[in-house]
C-alpha cells in the first residue's frame, strides 16, 4: 500500500508521470521505498531544499506503522 | 438545454471574483479532489471531497472520521499534503495555485482557537497597555490572528525567522 501510495503522490506532481516507479525493499531497520523518476523530473520531486521530498516522507510516514525510508533516483541509475 | 446548464456553461467564463478566474479556482479544486480521491482510495480511508472558494481561493475539505492520520502533529501531515496538491494542480494548470486544504475539519477547528487567542490578547494589551508576543505560527495561522487583531482595533506585527516567526499585538 505505501509503495503504491507513495508512486500515486509523486505521479500526480510530475511532467513524466509514466516513468514512476517505486520499489519495496525490506531493510533491517524497517522498509525501504525507492522511487524511480525521469531525469527531468529529479529535481522537482526533490523541491527547493528538499522541501517536496520532505513533503513525501512526512505523508508516507504518517501512513506507515514502522520506520519508512525513502530514496529518490532517477531512471538511469539503476 | 436546461436553465441551469445554460448557467454553468458559456456565461461562467465571464465571471470573476475580484481579479480571480472563478473556472479556474473550480478548475484548481477538481484536480485537487482527483488526487487526493486516489490516495483515499490506496490507503482505504474513508473521506468525503467538498470543494468550495473561499477569499479568492479554491478551498478542499477532506471530510470524514479517522483521518488525524492524515492531519499529524501540529498539522504537519496536512501542511504536506497541501503542499503536494498544490504542486499536482500546478502541474495542470500551469499556474501557482493558494489552494488550501483542510482535512478533519482541522484548518476550521484552529481558525476558532486562533481568533479566541487574538482576542484574549487583545484584552490583555488593552488593560496593560503593552505589547505581548503569541507563540510561533505558520504564515496562514498568522493572518488569521492578524485579522481577528485588525477587527478588534488594535496593530500587531510579525518578528522572528521562519518557522519561529511569531505575531506581536502592540497597544492603540
Not at chain 2, 482541522?106 to 496593560?128: H, I, N, P
Given at each position: 500500500?505505501?509503495?503504491?501510495?507513495?508512486?500515486?503522490?509523486?505521479a500526480g506532481i510530475v511532467e513524466h508521470p509514466?516513468?514512476?516507479?517505486?520499489?519495496?525493499?525490506?531493510?533491517?531497520?524497517?522498509?525501504?521505498?525507492?522511487?524511480?523518476?525521469?531525469?527531468d523530473d529529479?529535481g522537482k520531486?526533490?523541491g527547493?531544499?528538499?522541501?517536496t521530498?520532505?513533503?513525501?516522507?512526512?505523508?508516507?510516514?504518517?501512513?506507515?506503522?514502522?520506520?519508512?525510508?525513502?530514496?529518490?533516483?532517477?531512471?538511469?541509475?539503476? | 438545454?436546461?436553465?441551469?446548464?445554460?448557467?454553468?456553461?458559456?456565461?461562467?467564463?465571464?465571471?470573476?471574483?475580484?481579479s480571480v478566474d472563478l473556472r479556474l479556482l473550480e478548475r484548481e479544486g477538481d484536480i485537487a479532489?482527483d488526487y487526493?480521491?486516489?490516495?483515499?482510495?490506496?490507503?482505504?480511508?474513508?473521506?468525503?471531497?467538498?470543494?468550495?472558494?473561499?477569499?479568492?481561493r479554491a478551498?478542499?475539505?477532506?471530510?470524514?472520521?479517522?483521518?488525524?492520520?492524515?492531519?499529524?502533529?501540529?498539522?504537519?501531515?496536512?501542511?504536506?499534503?497541501?503542499d503536494l496538491t498544490r504542486l499536482a494542480v500546478w502541474r495542470e494548470t500551469g499556474e501557482r495555485t493558494r489552494l488550501?486544504?483542510?482535512?478533519?475539519?482541522?484548518?476550521?477547528?484552529?481558525?476558532?482557537?486562533?481568533?479566541?487567542?487574538?482576542?484574549?490578547?487583545?484584552?490583555?494589551?488593552?488593560?496593560?497597555?503593552?505589547?505581548?508576543?503569541?507563540?510561533?505560527?505558520?504564515?496562514?495561522?498568522?493572518?488569521?490572528?492578524?485579522?481577528?487583531?485588525?477587527?478588534?482595533?488594535?496593530?500587531?506585527?510579525?518578528?522572528?525567522?521562519?518557522?519561529?516567526?511569531?505575531?506581536?499585538?502592540?497597544?492603540?
Amino acid at each position: 500500500m505505501l509503495a503504491q501510495a507513495l508512486e500515486h503522490l509523486v505521479a500526480g506532481i510530475v511532467e513524466h508521470p509514466d516513468d514512476v516507479t517505486v520499489r519495496t525493499r525490506q531493510q533491517r531497520r524497517g522498509q525501504l521505498l525507492q522511487v524511480h523518476v525521469h531525469p527531468d523530473d529529479l529535481g522537482k520531486v526533490i523541491g527547493r531544499g528538499g522541501r517536496t521530498a520532505t513533503a513525501f516522507r512526512t505523508v508516507v510516514s504518517a501512513l506507515a506503522d514502522d520506520n519508512v525510508r525513502i530514496d529518490f533516483v532517477d531512471v538511469d541509475e539503476r | 438545454m436546461s436553465e441551469a446548464e445554460s448557467k454553468s456553461g458559456a456565461d461562467e467564463s465571464a465571471e470573476t471574483v475580484g481579479s480571480v478566474d472563478l473556472r479556474l479556482l473550480e478548475r484548481e479544486g477538481d484536480i485537487a479532489a482527483d488526487y487526493l480521491e486516489g490516495l483515499l482510495d490506496i490507503a482505504d480511508l474513508d473521506g468525503d471531497i467538498d470543494m468550495d472558494v473561499e477569499n479568492d481561493r479554491a478551498m478542499v475539505s477532506v471530510v470524514g472520521d479517522g483521518l488525524d492520520s492524515l492531519v499529524g502533529t501540529d498539522g504537519k501531515v496536512l501542511d504536506a499534503l497541501q503542499d503536494l496538491t498544490r504542486l499536482a494542480v500546478w502541474r495542470e494548470t500551469g499556474e501557482r495555485t493558494r489552494l488550501m486544504l483542510d482535512i478533519g475539519g482541522y484548518r476550521s477547528r484552529r481558525k476558532g482557537e486562533l481568533v479566541e487567542l487574538a482576542k484574549r490578547a487583545v484584552e490583555t494589551v488593552r488593560a496593560s497597555g503593552e505589547s505581548e508576543s503569541l507563540g510561533a505560527m505558520t504564515p496562514f495561522e498568522r493572518k488569521i490572528v492578524h485579522d481577528a487583531v485588525a477587527e478588534a482595533g488594535l496593530r500587531s506585527e510579525s518578528e522572528g525567522v521562519e518557522p519561529r516567526r511569531y505575531v506581536v499585538v502592540m497597544p492603540a
